[in-house]
């Protein structure tokens, strides 16, 4: 997946578990801008000086939403939809932006429709359970056991899922997802809570020495 295709990812992004490192999947870097007046300034802050074909309006919108400017972003993915109605990229950074300003309702409504394009795009299952650990942690779980079935090295789909499997209170199921999480990714180690981040000791049922 070409990462400029999206231009964010909360697998990358804000309201990832404190101390989790960045996913993989990583979005491309900002472009760069300048003050010089010239046609991508302009795209970027809005302008209209684009193509209108599909892969033109996807990159404006992405430009516009790694510059920050999240209302022009919105504009051109919602036009690049009157061309392209099945454009999962454009739901998905649609849903970013909605998850950002805390719309969830909104966010997992365009995350589903990324998925009715394509039932496997991972990174719209994994923002989608995001936006519903809290209202449906059970439909949550579901969902990163899927995105962890599609990729196995989604080493932080591991992480919220032993979360969420540790406060439903199956503390066997969340330690093996923590142990897969850590063995992808060590620097995740400290997002894990300690009771789960040692190997647990079995004590011997033989009976004591002299």
């Known amino acids: 997946m070409s990462m400029r295709q999206i231009f964010g990812s909360l697998a990358c992004g804000a309201v990832l578990l404190t101390g989790v490192a960045a996913c993989s999947e990583k979005p491309a870097d900002k472009p760069q801008t300048s003050n010089s ?3 991508k ?5 809005g302008g209209t000086n684009t193509g209108t074909a599909p892969a033109d309006l996807l990159k404006l919108g992405v430009e516009q939403g790694q510059a920050g400017n999240f209302d022009a972003a919105k504009a051109t993915f919602e036009k690049l939809l009157a061309v392209e109605a099945n454009n999962k990229f454009a739901w998905f950074n649609l849903g970013f932006i909605a998850q950002s300003r805390n719309q969830a309702d909104e966010a997992i409504s365009n995350y589903d429709k990324a998925l009715a394009a394509d039932a496997n795009y991972k990174p719209a299952l994994y ?21 962890v079935s599609i990729d196995n090295k989604s080493s932080t789909a591991y992480l919220r899922l032993g979360m969420l499997l540790s406060q439903s209170g199956d503390n066997a199921a969340a330690r093996d997802a923590f142990k897969a999480a850590i063995r992808l990714d060590k620097g995740l180690t400290s997002a894990v809570p300690a009771k789960y981040r040692g190997v647990p000791t079995t004590r011997s049922s033989g009976p004591a020495g002299r």
Do not use: H, Q
């Open 127 to 147: 923002n989608k359970a995001i936006a519903l650990e809290s209202k449906a942690p059970t439909t949550s779980m579901d969902i990163y056991r899927k995105v």
């Open 41 to 45: 300034s302009d795209k970027t802050n």
């Open 37 to 39: 007046g010239d046609s």
